[in-house]
């Protein structure tokens, strides 16, 4: 299960407004999509966050397709005139434990998203609380 928020996004919205807001949403959606497969679930979790569950997906390699997603993304040059901007994502990333409830995994997913943006962002966390990706990597 990961957990993904969209950094500064509010920030986005404000600057450039709602609708390049909604622009750079359907973007990472379809970035998402793009990079997962079969019985893999992506959906928005709210606002401007998501969440993705891969239950044929072993926890490295769902820092694989993190990566991917964040060197994908990070790619994508949004335009709201005369301004071009990118945009980052932190994330929380867990393997549910054996008999776990899918609520305790969300809660410890949403608890490494919080680190991850505390840690500055653009950066996703595993429960072993090593950095996938961090600021300029």
Known sequence: MILIDL???KHVNDKYGHHTGDKV???????LRANTKGRDTVARWGGEEFILLLPDT?????AQLLDTVKLRFSQTKFVAQPHEFTVTFSAGL??????EECESALKRADELLYQAK????NR?????????FAVNA
């Open 118 to 121: 505390a840690a500055g962002r």
């Open 124 to 132: 996703a966390l595993h429960d072993g609380i090593n950095p996938f």
């Open 25 to 31: 949403l359907m973007e990472f959606a379809k970035t």
């Open 7 to 9: 950094d500064h996004f």
């Open 94 to 99: 867990v393997e549910l434990k054996q008999s």
């Open 58 to 62: 072993t926890l490295e390699n769902a």
